[in-house]
């Protein structure tokens, strides 16, 4: 059973590759090299820096130049996060059902402290969420089950007792090693991986935000 609920960021509340996208297209514009659509970066956005520069300039960490293009990168990026960026359909009303049962949610994401907090703001969830860990809250972002076990011990619970919702494969795996149950945001970006998405390491699959609360509402120790 289920005590409370932890959920990704990118991909899995909310919709941010627009402007992801749009920090990734003016770098390269200001480099000279060509743009690209939404519908190519958005598989990759919840990979950051690292997918992002990699379509954009065929870079990989460590590569010359790599870092400097990650930290204009981020520097663009911020300055227009929350300009497009919206709360997936559905997810209002999923965490509006866990506020009124009482059940704790949380958000544990890879994006760093200086970028999630304005994003969180701009959604109108800042307050809600009982703990926010980002990608530099722990010395080892996901796919480490440190950020994971950071946020059941703020919630004061055992990870056996927190369910995590991501997009990513890492995610997955992350929950994994901290003992947590995992359940894919299958509506998410879903980035390409080694492993086909029905073999990540994860209790259940979900198409859609509206058929969330069917699957987690079972599970959960607290019925107001």
């Known amino acids: 059973m289920l005590s ?28 000279q090299r060509p743009t690209h659509p939404l519908a190519a970066v958005r598989p990759y956005v919840s990979q950051g820096a690292r997918g992002l520069i990699r379509i954009g300039f065929g870079l990989e960490p460590g590569a010359p130049y790599y870092e400097e293009l990650r930290q204009e990168f981020m520097d663009r990026y911020e300055a227009r996060q929350s300009r497009d960026s919206v709360l997936f359909d559905g997810i209002p009303a999923v965490l509006a059902t866990l506020d009124a049962r009482q059940v704790p949610w949380g958000i544990v994401t890879n994006k760093l402290t200086r970028f999630t907090h304005p994003v969180l703001e701009q959604l109108g969830i800042a307050g809600r969420a009982r703990c926010v860990i980002s990608g530099d809250t722990c010395e080892r972002p996901k796919p480490f089950p440190d950020p994971l076990l950071a946020a059941a011990h703020v919630l004061e619970l055992p990870p056996e007792q927190l369910a995590y919702l991501g997009d990513d494969e890492r995610d997955m795996v992350a929950a994994e090693a901290a003992g ?3 359940i894919v945001a299958r509506w998410g ?34 019925h107001p």
Do not use: K, Q
């Not at 609920?5 to 749009?22: E, H, V």
């Open 189 to 222: 970006y879903l980035a390409p991986s080694a492993r086909p998405v029905e073999d990540w390491p994860a209790l259940a699959h979900v198409a859609h935000p509206d058929a969330l609360l069917s699957t987690l509402l079972p599970l959960l120790t607290v």
């Open 4 to 31: 409370a609920i932890l959920f990704d960021l990118d991909g899995t509340l909310a919709d941010t590759a627009a402007d992801l996208c749009g920090a990734l297209n003016e770098l390269c514009l200001s480099y």
């Open 180 to 182: 947590m149950a995992g």
